[in-house]
């Protein structure tokens, strides 16, 4: 079975050589350039990777065209940043293949200081503890690597294009009656600087997204 992986990709020439070669067999890598000013596209195909070209800025923008460009069964998604490690693709999207769950997250655990900062860590437990009031799901960690099926991502209809979208995924499956489970992944120190969790305005950013897509759905 191979396994289609998402990633989102905007300046990230430093981390994605990294990233790529960690890759595990059976999991094909998708590169979408979400406006990249650096080689970022280059050093994708000269991993034999395809590279997706989306021009409209926005983390869900870049994880959607993805989604619409990928062709395998199962897909998933994960940063280009060198924050979380390949090779744990496989524990991610094991329950999805097993089919004893419909989507699943990767809970970051840190594995060096700083590698999350008290900001984004603090943004993340609150959204999560409003999602398990809200919405009934018990989850801990809102985190960027995660697996489900492709055809029934899409008939989630998801539209939020900025930093909603992966909040969005999880209202509207657990609003389909999706079985949603989490597994631990290690987080680590990203490579350069990040555009969300590196600063106090990116996180706020993000929550804001979130809090929006909380109550259009609420």
């Keep these: 079975m191979t396994v289609d992986v998402i990633l989102p990709c905007l300046n990230e020439e430093a981390a994605l050589g990294w990233v790529l070669e960690r890759m595990p067999d059976g999991y094909r890598a998708l590169v979408v350039d979400n406006g990249s000013t650096d080689r970022s596209a280059d050093v994708a195909r000269e991993f034999g990777t395809q590279v997706v070209h989306e021009p409209r800025r926005g983390f869900g923008a870049a994880c959607h065209a993805g989604l619409l460009a990928s062709s395998a069964d199962i897909v998933c998604f994960m940063d280009a940043d060198a924050s979380l490690d390949p090779e744990r693709l496989p524990i991610v999207a094991a329950p999805v293949i097993d089919g004893h769950a419909d989507l699943v997250l990767g809970a970051r655990r840190p594995q060096a200081a700083g590698a999350w900062p008290w900001h984004a860590r603090l943004g993340n437990a609150v959204l999560a503890r409003t999602l ?8 801990h960690d809102l985190g960027p690597m995660r697996a489900a099926r492709r055809s029934r991502l899409l008939e989630l209809g998801l539209t939020d294009r900025r930093f909603g979208y992966p909040l969005e995924m999880v209202l509207r499956a657990a609003a389909a009656g999706w079985r949603i489970a989490e597994v631990d992944v290690d987080y ?5 600087r990040s555009k969300v969790t590196g600063t106090v305005r990116g996180t ?15």
């Design 204 to 218: 706020l950013r993000a929550v804001s997204d979130m809090r929006r897509v909380m109550a259009e759905l609420g």
């Design 132 to 139: 398990r009031r809200r919405a009934g799901v018990v989850l």
């Design 188 to 192: 680590l120190p990203r490579v350069g």
